[in-house]
């Protein structure tokens, strides 16, 4: 047997082939030179003491319980922690230490010479197998001694196993000592975060990172500016019940307690008397070498022990095993005379108490530079999760696509609201009760990719596998995978995606948008064999109510004291699906609710309310304010169908065909039967004369289908040259403003329910109008800065007066639909300003309907006039709190009055003729009677207009004209009246008219004459 034997030149460990890298882990790895075993020839001092004894005590032949008595007599920590996890209950090393030396006791003083020959068969097998995998997998000296224990008790012989077995689990053992070969050969992750440089939180338990932070509060105390080891040990000496305080008090002298310990390492260590305000951040910066050694230790400690997490007893072993030189002195001297290496055999006990004990349960947590992510599956385990039993249809596809051997990845898309994020909690909740037993083991952790700017995108997808990679028990739930696939330019992370799939460095739940998943994977055939797709589509009414009615249950716990009554909950569901368009059901009924919860709790709380449940009233509340329709049209809805053209025709009079044609086109979007062609859910024409209507009602379609109630309008007059595109699309790469992307594209992305008016559509340039091409065809357009939005829920509407003198010419005598033909021949013969066609044909036919508002008649300048005065009214009341009352007749008068003007004029007048003949009518004698008798103005609460119509037709209105008023014999007198009203007079507020039921309403009231005009 050789010990220091020097070796020849010619042996193959000093032979340049058998090194070829200069060392020890580079060349093939032997224990016999010259067929004698020569322990040093590993160069791992541990395997060789372990060899040397074991060579001590054998007898003529050396035998596997010779090297695992040695092994274990040698207290090895980093051997120990294998045995122990793999021994019987009840049992310790020195048991197995007292068994091995009956079964394999020593020889007789030195007997084994060293001799191939002379060693077992069993441990000559080990041997081959230990020498095979050294020079296969490039083994370090630094583990060599576990790896080759492992091998001994992977093929024992037939007495070792009679003996071993009733103390130790061999095959548990071996498999231990390997995971601890392998944890040294893989490179651990590191410490600190890449970007930020931080110290990543998610390798430590709770206790001891908030060890740390204690830690680094004391070295501030100090006067320290990094963190170092004995600051670690004062705030471990600090946590209640920790493994360091119940050590050192049972250690420490009776006259020196743990709060003078404390004290004498703290002065031991203080630089300064002030300190610092400010403690050392738990970064690269803040944290000393020595302590980054420390944490490095306390990792591989905590590997060894079967831990995923350095916890507080991984630390305190770490510290004692290499404590520092002056740290250990302080401890050794006096008075605390602590004995070092009785520590650390008291904290190994602590280590395998911690094993068999239950890990404690806390959540996966990633870094803050990451999206936000929660753990669902300890969620599911602390209760947070109810059963969603309504989601049983998605499971068997779900789970066969998840137990497939590979390509076990799943895309779930659908629409955002319809219960994606509830799906995926509901895995968690089945897994983890068990009721999925192939998923028991599985930690399902959701992250919310959803606002990933395209910019960061790629970063954060390579950290996010980055930080997952290598776990096999994590199921990485990607809720918004569109955003965070999404590159910027338009370009895209595919490829790094497909390569963390196939290298298995992620296993992948990925939630996306149906359109994210067309344009980013439906052309990716290779990511489509990687995943398998599960649609989710809006769930049925009957199903709805069901989602529902689990969540309201939920409501109703967080909501001490309130009530949801199941009618509200129906109700719920009917009214969010007919009104709330921006959102879809169950989520948009859920939302419903809560804010029906939240404004009774208020009202309870703050006003002393007494109602204790959400009714069907609270529900039309909260549904009115959140689509802004009436609350007695919703209420009187009967809950099954919506009077689109009541809704419609409230605010736009004259104009009952394009309301019909308009409430029948949402009607045909609230179906579903937008989605079937690939263009937007609408794209309308509304085409006549000014002031008819058409921009009020695309107001009020924007008011019950868009999420932001507003009318998004682009004045295509500003759009007359070809670069005034920028002003859509946004402004090229170098230009100003590039970053902050395209109008278009940023509304459509913030509200894929909007509603777009291209006002006056036929001054824009050719050019401008390009990009709607493939926006009203495929539904989607990009920006210059390449990011995509898609418009399949928007509605376009484009306005033209282009054809008045068509519609104008026409008249009542020709149906609409001719009138239409007739638009659509003059819009395609319209040309810009060089000559070229403004609407091409390829435009036009994407065009759905063309909506011909034709001129008003007299009945709806009069119902014009009616809302003119309504505001009027209002004005006096709110602003001068002064009631207002025009007769009947003049409303009447001035209807037919700003009829006849406007088709004087072509039409060219509309509707916003009737705020000037008003004008003349009602506002200006109201305030030329104010001026002449201020005193009585001032005093008055009610102001009557009083109104003699003009004599029969024949005689010239001269209206404007500036002579003699409103029209020829037509007065308009104005009285105030005093607060007290005059005995006989009765203001009625019938249709805004006067009636006088007795006596002359003379008195307080004063009747002037006066000129319109």
Not at 418 to 447: D, N, Q, S
Request: glycine letters at 8%; charged letters at 30%.
């Amino acid at each position: 047997m050789q010990h220091d034997s020097a070796k020849s030149p010619d042996s193959p460990e000093n032979s340049p082939e058998g090194d070829p890298e200069g060392g020890s882990e580079g060349r093939s790895v032997r224990l016999f030179t010259d067929g004698f075993l020569d322990p040093d020839a590993l160069g791992d001092e541990r395997t060789a003491t372990v060899l040397l004894s074991a060579a001590e005590r054998a007898t003529e032949r050396l035998r596997p319980g010779d090297i695992l008595y040695a092994a274990l007599d040698a207290r090895d920590p980093a051997v120990l922690p294998a045995f122990e996890g793999a021994l019987a209950e009840g049992a310790a090393p020195h048991h197995l230490l007292e068994t091995v030396a009956v079964y394999a006791p020593p020889g007789n003083g030195y007997a084994f010479d060293g001799a191939r020959d002379h060693v077992s068969p069993e441990l000559a097998a080990a041997f081959e197998e230990f020498e095979s995998r050294c020079t296969r997998d490039a083994v370090g000296a630094e583990v060599r001694l576990e790896l080759l224990l492992a091998c001994l008790l992977d093929a024992p012989s037939a007495d070792e196993r009679d003996f071993l077995t009733p103390l130790l689990d061999l095959p548990l053992a071996a498999e231990a000592l390997r995971r601890q070969v392998g944890v040294h050969a893989d490179e651990p992750p590191e410490l600190y975060d890449d970007a930020s440089g931080r110290l990543r939180s998610e390798e430590f338990t709770n206790d001891a990172w908030a060890v740390l932070e204690l830690a680094a509060q004391r070295a501030a105390e100090l006067g320290y500016d990094r963190l170092l080891p004995p600051h670690c040990l004062m705030a471990l000496l600090s946590e209640t019940e920790g493994p360091a305080e119940r050590l050192f008090r049972l250690q420490l002298p009776l006259q020196v307690g743990l709060v003078k310990a404390v004290e004498i390492i703290t002065q031991a260590f203080r630089i300064t008397e002030r300190g610092s305000r400010t403690a050392p951040r738990l970064d690269r910066d803040g944290i000393g070498e020595s302590l980054r050694d420390l944490l490095h230790a306390a990792r591989t400690t905590a590997a060894r022990w079967d831990a995923e997490q350095i916890d507080t007893p991984h630390l305190l072993a770490a510290l004692l095993d290499s404590p520092p030189q002056r740290l250990a002195s302080v401890l050794a001297a006096e008075p605390l005379r602590l004995d070092i290496e009785r520590l650390r055999e008291s904290v190994r006990d602590v280590l395998g108490e911690t094993r068999s004990t239950a890990p404690r349960e806390a959540p996966f947590r990633l870094p803050a530079f990451l999206p936000p992510s929660e753990d669902l599956t300890w969620l599911a385990r602390t209760g947070a999760i109810g059963p969603a039993a309504h989601l049983d249809g998605y499971f068997e596809p779900l789970c066969r696509a998840l137990h497939r051997t590979e390509n076990n990845h799943v895309l779930i898309t659908g629409l955002p609201g319809i219960g994606t994020t509830t799906l995926l909690r509901e895995l968690a909740r089945r897994a983890a009760t068990g009721e999925i037993p192939f998923l028991r083991r599985k930690r399902f952790l959701r992250v919310d990719c959803k606002d990933v700017a395209a910019e960061s995108s790629g970063e954060q997808l390579t950290a996010l596998i980055g930080q997952v990679a290598g776990r096999t028990d994590l199921v990485v739930c990607v809720d918004g995978l569109g955003p965070l696939l999404r590159g910027r330019h338009g370009a895209d992370h595919l490829l790094e995606l497909r390569r963390a799939l196939k290298e298995r460095s992620i296993h992948l739940i990925g939630v996306l948008a149906e359109h994210d998943y067309e344009d980013l994977v439906a052309a990716d055939h290779v990511l489509q064999e990687l995943t398998c797709r599960i649609d989710m589509a809006e769930p049925e009414r009957e199903a709805a109510r069901a989602m529902v009615r689990l969540a309201a249950d939920a409501l109703e716990t967080e909501f001490t004291g309130i009530r949801i009554e199941r009618h509200a909950v129906a109700r719920a569901v009917v009214l969010a699906g007919d009104f709330v368009r921006h959102q879809r059901l169950p989520l948009s009924a859920v939302k419903v609710l809560r804010r029906a919860c939240e404004d009774l709790d208020y009202a309870r709380r703050q006003h002393g309310d007494e109602r204790s449940a959400v009714t069907l009233d609270e529900v039309a509340d909260v549904v009115s304010e959140l689509s802004g329709m009436p609350r007695e049209q919703i209420a009187g809805t009967g809950g099954e169908r919506v009077d689109y053209a009541t809704a419609l025709g409230a605010e736009v009079v004259g104009q009952d065909q394009a309301v019909r044609v308009v409430a029948d086109e949402l009607r045909r979007i609230k179906a579903g039967l937008a989605a079937v062609s690939s263009g937007p859910a609408s794209v309308l024409l509304f085409a006549g004369l000014t002031g008819v209507g058409k921009t009020e009602l695309a107001k009020r379609v924007a008011g019950l289908y868009s999420a932001s109630k507003r009318l998004q309008t682009y004045p295509m007059e500003n759009f007359t040259e070809p670069h005034s595109v920028s002003g859509i699309l946004g402004s090229p790469p170098g230009y100003v403003g590039h970053e902050r992307g395209g109008r278009l594209i940023n509304e459509l992305n913030s509200d894929p329910y909007c509603v777009f008016l291209l006002d006056e559509a036929e001054k824009a340039h050719p050019e401008v109008l390009r990009p709607f091409l493939n926006l009203f065809d495929e539904g989607w357009i990009t920006d210059q800065r390449g990011v995509k939005a898609h418009g399949d829920r928007a509605i376009f509407i484009l306005t033209t007066n282009a054809g008045h003198e068509i519609i104008s010419r026409l008249g009542e005598g020709s149906s609409d639909e001719e009138i239409s033909a007739a638009v659509r021949a003059k819009l395609a013969s319209e040309r810009s300003r060089d000559g070229t066609p403004v609407f091409t044909p390829e435009f036009l036919a994407r065009v759905r309907r063309v909506i011909v508002f034709r001129p008003l008649g007299g009945d709806a300048m009069t119902a014009i006039g009616r809302k003119v005065l309504d505001r009027q009214a209002a004005f006096w009341r709110e602003k001068r709190e002064k009631e207002l009352t025009v007769p009947e007749e003049l409303v009447r008068y001035a209807g037919a009055l700003g009829h006849r003007l406007n088709s004087e004029a072509g039409g060219r007048e509309g509707g916003r003729i009737m705020a000037k003949v008003l004008s003349d009518l009602v506002e200006n004698p109201v305030l030329a009677a104010a001026e002449e008798r201020a005193e009585e103005f001032q005093a008055c609460d009610r102001i009557v207009v009083d109104f003699v119509p003009p004599p029969p037709p024949g005689v010239r209105d001269a209206l404007f004209s500036g002579r003699d008023g409103a029209g020829s014999g037509s007065r308009t007198r104005v009285r105030f009246l005093s607060p007290e009203p005059a005995d006989g007079v009765e203001l009625s507020s019938v249709e805004g008219g006067l009636t006088k039921s007795g006596g002359s309403g003379e008195g307080d009231a004063h009747d002037e004459p006066g000129r319109t005009g």
